[in-house]
């Protein structure tokens, strides 16, 4: 069995998937399988996977459904069951990882607990600064770098090339709460599946915070790793970001806590019905 899953979203970003699956090409730890989870790009999308597949390990995964409004949840339960791993790291294709993030998820996992990591959010014109080099040659995460290329200076610089003893500290010490984070976060399969995955009724906004909240309704536990394991977030805009379904999601975000709900009807169990696995694991 493969070591671990990466699952991977995305929708029509090919020039920001083509950074991050650069990325995941560079890893220190490269036993991983690749799910991209499409959720209705163009052939653009699919001629990205297609010029990179040559560098991985195992071959990339990539799971597409039509375009018919943001189903992001949807996607990624089906990405979820075509893993073939018992441990599943999530992100995003606009997220590039530095070279031991997924060796960091996989030293940090243990029973009973899932794991929460953070991310750098940079500027629209250093996002599109940074090319295949840097990425290859990790100085998009050298701070140094960053700050002549333009990087402001932040606390939250702080994220990106601590020591690993001030990365563990930073963890221990910081007041943020240990939430799933789809940028960057994973799980045991096992507990995935327990609580029927995402939710597909929601869309944009709060999505991933609905799922963590029903892993620790379940008694799993959240674990920050926010300054251990890295990535850096690629700037865009956000036309799905509609009020009404922000609200809609807040209002299934209340009834969880309310309920200490450890399950939805409305995830992969619904997929398992209604669809045989021809469907399920279709692409482009």
């Given at each position: 069995m493969?070591?671990?899953?990466i699952?991977?979203?995305?929708y029509?970003k090919?020039d920001w998937?083509?950074?991050?699956?650069?990325?995941?090409?560079h890893?220190?730890?490269?036993d991983?399988?690749?799910?991209?989870a499409?959720?209705g790009?163009?052939?653009?999308?699919?001629?990205?996977?297609?010029?990179i597949?040559?560098?991985?390990?195992?071959?990339?995964?990539h799971l597409?459904?039509?375009?018919?409004?943001?189903?992001?949840?949807?996607?990624?339960?089906?990405?979820?069951l075509?893993?073939?791993?018992?441990?599943v790291i999530?992100?995003?294709g606009?997220?590039?990882?530095?070279?031991?993030?997924v060796?960091t998820?996989l030293?940090?996992?243990a029973p009973?607990?899932?794991?929460?990591?953070?991310?750098?959010?940079?500027?629209?014109?250093l996002?599109?600064?940074?090319n295949?080099?840097?990425?290859?040659?990790g100085?998009?995460f050298?701070?140094?770098w960053l700050k002549?290329?333009?990087?402001r200076?932040s606390?939250?610089?702080?994220?990106?090339?601590?020591?690993p003893?001030?990365?563990d500290?930073?963890?221990?010490?910081?007041?943020?709460?240990?939430?799933?984070?789809?940028?960057?976060a994973?799980?045991?399969?096992?507990d995935?599946?327990?609580v029927?995955?995402?939710?597909?009724?929601?869309?944009?906004?709060?999505?991933d915070?609905?799922?963590?909240?029903?892993?620790e309704?379940a008694?799993i536990?959240?674990?920050?790793?926010?300054?251990?394991?890295?990535?850096?977030h690629?700037?865009?805009?956000?036309?799905y970001?509609r009020?009404?379904k922000i609200?809609?999601?807040?209002?299934?975000?209340?009834?969880?806590k309310?309920?200490?709900?450890?399950?939805?009807?409305?995830?992969?169990?619904?997929?398992?019905q209604?669809?045989g696995k021809?469907?399920i694991?279709?692409?482009?």
């Amino acid at each position: 069995m493969i070591t671990t899953s990466i699952i991977i979203s995305t929708y029509n970003k090919p020039d920001w998937l083509m950074k991050t699956l650069i990325g995941y090409a560079h890893q220190n730890f490269k036993d991983f399988e690749l799910i991209l989870a499409d959720d209705g790009s163009t052939s653009d999308t699919k001629q990205c996977v297609d010029e990179i597949r040559s560098l991985f390990k195992h071959p990339i995964i990539h799971l597409w459904q039509e375009d018919n409004g943001f189903r992001k949840c949807e996607i990624l339960n089906k990405a979820i069951l075509a893993s073939d791993s018992d441990y599943v790291i999530f992100s995003d294709g606009d997220c590039i990882p530095r070279a031991d993030f997924v060796e960091t998820h996989l030293k940090l996992r243990a029973p009973g607990l899932f794991l929460s990591g953070g991310y750098h959010k940079l500027p629209i014109a250093l996002s599109q600064k940074i090319n295949d080099e840097d990425i290859a040659q990790g100085k998009c995460f050298d701070l140094n770098w960053l700050k002549i290329e333009g990087l402001r200076p932040s606390i939250r610089n702080l994220k990106i090339s601590p020591s690993p003893f001030s990365a563990d500290l930073l963890d221990r010490f910081s007041t943020a709460h240990a939430s799933w984070n789809g940028h960057n976060a994973s799980g045991w399969k096992a507990d995935i599946v327990a609580v029927n995955g995402f939710d597909q009724r929601m869309e944009y906004g709060g999505l991933d915070r609905e799922f963590g909240e029903r892993l620790e309704n379940a008694g799993i536990k959240g674990l920050r790793i926010r300054y251990r394991a890295i990535c850096l977030h690629l700037d865009h805009s956000r036309d799905y970001a509609r009020p009404e379904k922000i609200a809609a999601n807040k209002k299934i975000r209340q009834q969880t806590k309310l309920n200490r709900s450890t399950w939805t009807d409305y995830g992969i169990s619904t997929l398992v019905q209604s669809a045989g696995k021809a469907e399920i694991y279709s692409g482009l």
